[in-house]
Structures are given as structure tokens and as C-alpha cells.
């Protein structure tokens, strides 16, 4: 049964060979939209991972990193680290900007960090923990031109680039500043003009002493210090990555549905049409006595080849795209071998090459085996 429906698909191989990357290419585009989604949630996952906290202090009902404001007391630092368990809480503030140049303008998320918490990919240059220098993510670098030593102009007030970073999340780049350098922000330029307005202290994040058991300091800190919410990074990562699906998933669903109906009909299309044109075939073999099931299990079987083949083309076709996609816009991050996204789609592939292969099967069943004498 195999070698004859290789044998069918090598009677005219440039259809099979055009079929296949047909078929290529619905699968890279279906594994680029799936690595996109899965990209954001990975970006978001890591923004607070990549913060080196054991756990992490918010305003009280605030359960997110990304995309929520948190303001908490700035004495509730010394009321945190009075607890036993705790060493020491690294101050974080969230300053989301608009960053203005050559008639562009990009949303910037600035995180500014005191003794932790600041750039953690540096890909050239370095972070200080004084003065008003700035580390932006490499998208905002390569948009704009920027280099290291170059100004950054927030609302005229000038920070010097020190740095390179790759990280960003929510499609924003992430830049990184000290607590120098958004007093200096804030009292010379005039981008608050109310300070009460901006937060002087997001979040805090907590570092324990060794062999310091988790939950009992979160206990312990929310009854002493009732301002703030004490979260695991782990929570606050899953927190964000919930956040991001309620952003991401229905219109990535929706795109993600159109690539296998897309799919389904290419493959069952091209099965309908090959079958039919080979009516007088199927007609032969229903004469010499071949079963209905075989010839069924035949076809199913031609497609599933169909997609086997155009697997691995459509894989390497989406790798190429994913990176000259993160060439030209660093802020995206798409994953393509992710294990459990890429092998859950190759899986429908082959669920929607099974049922395609089900279109052409009743022009099978009502093939008439005389056509097999009539037709000439």
C-alpha cells in the first residue's frame, strides 16, 4: 500500500513537488504565528525571572509586573526587611515612557534599580548604579541609530547610553536607569510636574537569607506589613503570562484557525483534483477487485506523505522567516522550536491531513469499475 502511493505521487512529480511546498508553506506560516504568541509569553516570563528575586513585594491587590502600576510607602523597605528571613529588598520602580526622535516615537517600559534588578543580557557596554546613565534594549538601538555614549532624550532631559540590552516584553523595549538618574529626571525636566503622580517606588524585591522557608516569610511580611502583597517570581511570571493570553490569544486563535482551515483546503483541493482526474485508475482497481477500505486508506495515506514531506521544508522555511524577523525588529521574539508549541502543531498538521484526505474518498466510492472499459 505504501509503494503504490508513492508511486502515485511520483507520476507527475513537479504537481507532488509543488503540492509539497504549498504545503511548506502553510506550515511556516501557521509555526510563525504560534512562535510569535509563544515568544510573548516566553519575553514575559523572563522580565520577571530575570529580576533575581526571591520573592517580590507590590502594592497590596497588585499581582503583576508588566502593564499595572504598584505604588508602595517608600519606609515599608525598612518594615520588609525587619523580618526574620529576609536579607535585603532591592527597591524597583516602573516608569513607562514615550521616547520621541526623528518623528518616531515607541512607548518605552524603564525600570529603575538600585542594588538589584537592573539589565541582566548586556550586550555591550555596562549598567552603573549612579549618575544619569541609561541601558536601552538593542531594538531601540538598531531603530533609532543609537550607540553606546550616545544622548537619550526623555522630555529634554539627557541620559548618556552606557549599555545594550536584549529584553523587552508586551512588544515594548525596556531601558534601565538608577535612582540618580530619575531624581535628576524628575527635577529637571518637566515631565512631572506633580511627583505625586509618579511613583517613587513600584516594588521590592526580596532577597532571603539561606535556607529561609518561602511561604512563611510571605506570612509573615503581608501580616507585618500590610501595604504590600508578597508574591513568588514564579506567580508573578505565570500572573503576567495570564495577562498576556487575555491579549494575545484571541486574535493569535483566530489567525492560527485561518492557517489550517488554509491547510485543510489546499491538501483536500489537491487530493480532489488529483482523484478526479484519476477516476479512470480508481475504476481499474475497483474492477480487478481492490477493496473500498484500501483504496480509502490509500488516499489517506497519499496525504499524510503529502505533509510529511513538506514538514521539515515548512520548518526550516519558518526559522529563516523567525530570524530575519528578530533581525529586523529585535523586540519580537519568536520561538519555533519551542517542544511543546512545534510538536502540537505538527500534530494538527497531520490531524488536518487525515481529514483533507476524506474529500476526494466519494468520488472513489461512486466510481463505476465499467468506467474502467469506457473510459479510454
Given at each position: 500500500?505504501?509503494?503504490?502511493?508513492?508511486?502515485?505521487?511520483?507520476?507527475?512529480?513537479?504537481?507532488?513537488?509543488?503540492?509539497?511546498?504549498?504545503?511548506?508553506?502553510?506550515?511556516?506560516?501557521?509555526?510563525?504565528?504560534?512562535?510569535?504568541?509563544?515568544?510573548?509569553?516566553?519575553?514575559?516570563?523572563?522580565?520577571?525571572?530575570?529580576?533575581?528575586?526571591?520573592?517580590?513585594?507590590?502594592?497590596?491587590?497588585?499581582?503583576?509586573?508588566?502593564?499595572?502600576?504598584?505604588?508602595?510607602?517608600?519606609?515599608?523597605?525598612?518594615?520588609?526587611?525587619?523580618?526574620?528571613?529576609?536579607?535585603?529588598?532591592?527597591?524597583?520602580?516602573?516608569?513607562?515612557?514615550?521616547?520621541?526622535?526623528?518623528?518616531?516615537?515607541?512607548?518605552?517600559?524603564?525600570?529603575?534599580?538600585?542594588?538589584?534588578?537592573?539589565?541582566?543580557?548586556?550586550?555591550?557596554?555596562?549598567?552603573?548604579?549612579?549618575?544619569?546613565?541609561?541601558?536601552?534594549?538593542?531594538?531601540?538601538?538598531?531603530?533609532?541609530?543609537?550607540?553606546?555614549?550616545?544622548?537619550?532624550?526623555?522630555?529634554?532631559?539627557?541620559?548618556?547610553?552606557?549599555?545594550?540590552?536584549?529584553?523587552?516584553?508586551?512588544?515594548?523595549?525596556?531601558?534601565?536607569?538608577?535612582?540618580?538618574?530619575?531624581?535628576?529626571?524628575?527635577?529637571?525636566?518637566?515631565?512631572?510636574?506633580?511627583?505625586?503622580?509618579?511613583?517613587?517606588?513600584?516594588?521590592?524585591?526580596?532577597?532571603?537569607?539561606?535556607?529561609?522557608?518561602?511561604?512563611?516569610?510571605?506570612?509573615?511580611?503581608?501580616?507585618?506589613?500590610?501595604?504590600?502583597?508578597?508574591?513568588?517570581?514564579?506567580?508573578?511570571?505565570?500572573?503576567?503570562i495570564v495577562l498576556g493570553r487575555t491579549f494575545f490569544e484571541p486574535i493569535m486563535g483566530v489567525l492560527v484557525s485561518v492557517g489550517y482551515v488554509i491547510g485543510l483546503l489546499v491538501v483536500g483541493l489537491i487530493m480532489y483534483s488529483d482523484i478526479s482526474a484519476s477516476r479512470k485508475s480508481y475504476a481499474v482497481l475497483k474492477a480487478i477487485g481492490f477493496p473500498i477500505k484500501k483504496l480509502f486508506r490509500m488516499v489517506v495515506l497519499q496525504s499524510s506523505l503529502l505533509?510529511?514531506?513538506?514538514?521539515?521544508?515548512?520548518?526550516?522555511?519558518?526559522?529563516?522567516?523567525?530570524?530575519?524577523?528578530?533581525?529586523?525588529?529585535?523586540?519580537?521574539?519568536?520561538?519555533?522550536?519551542?517542544?511543546?508549541?512545534?510538536?502540537?502543531?505538527?500534530?494538527?498538521?497531520?490531524?488536518?491531513?487525515?481529514?483533507?484526505?476524506?474529500?476526494?474518498?466519494?468520488?472513489?466510492?461512486?466510481?463505476?469499475?465499467?468506467?474502467?472499459?469506457?473510459?479510454?
Open positions: 500500500m505504501l509503494k503504490l502511493a508513492f508511486k502515485l505521487l511520483g507520476y507527475d512529480k513537479q504537481k507532488t513537488l509543488f503540492t509539497v511546498l504549498a504545503l511548506a508553506a502553510v506550515i511556516s506560516v501557521i509555526l510563525i504565528l504560534e512562535g510569535f504568541e509563544q515568544g510573548q509569553y516566553t519575553q514575559l516570563e523572563q522580565v520577571v525571572l530575570n529580576r533575581n528575586a526571591d520573592l517580590i513585594a507590590a502594592q497590596s491587590g497588585v499581582e503583576n509586573f508588566i502593564a499595572t502600576r504598584s505604588v508602595i510607602p517608600q519606609l515599608s523597605r525598612i518594615d520588609v526587611e525587619a523580618v526574620e528571613g529576609v536579607k535585603q529588598a532591592h527597591p524597583i520602580t516602573a516608569l513607562p515612557i514615550i521616547y520621541k526622535k526623528d518623528n518616531l516615537r515607541t512607548p518605552v517600559y524603564i525600570i529603575v534599580y538600585d542594588s538589584s534588578g537592573g539589565p541582566s543580557e548586556l550586550l555591550e557596554g555596562r549598567a552603573f548604579q549612579y549618575g544619569s546613565n541609561i541601558v536601552i534594549d538593542k531594538s531601540l538601538s538598531e531603530k533609532y541609530g543609537l550607540k553606546i555614549d550616545d544622548e537619550f532624550v526623555v522630555n529634554e532631559f539627557k541620559f548618556t547610553i552606557s549599555g545594550i540590552t536584549n529584553e523587552s516584553a508586551f512588544m515594548m523595549p525596556f531601558a534601565f536607569i538608577n535612582y540618580d538618574g530619575m531624581i535628576d529626571l524628575f527635577l529637571e525636566s518637566d515631565i512631572a510636574p506633580d511627583l505625586s503622580t509618579f511613583p517613587l517606588l513600584s516594588f521590592l524585591l526580596v532577597e532571603l537569607k539561606p535556607n529561609a522557608d518561602k511561604q512563611q516569610v510571605i506570612r509573615m511580611l503581608e501580616a507585618s506589613v500590610p501595604s504590600v502583597d508578597v508574591h513568588t517570581a514564579e506567580e508573578i511570571a505565570k500572573n503576567d505533509i510529511l514531506m513538506a514538514i521539515p521544508i515548512g520548518t526550516l522555511l519558518a526559522l529563516i522567516s523567525a530570524m530575519s524577523i528578530e533581525m529586523s525588529e529585535p523586540i519580537y521574539l519568536i520561538e519555533i522550536v519551542n517542544t511543546t508549541v512545534y510538536y502540537q502543531t505538527l500534530g494538527a498538521c497531520l490531524a488536518f491531513a487525515l481529514v483533507s484526505g476524506l474529500f476526494p474518498l466519494v468520488i472513489i466510492y461512486r466510481s463505476d469499475p465499467m468506467l474502467a472499459f469506457q473510459m479510454s
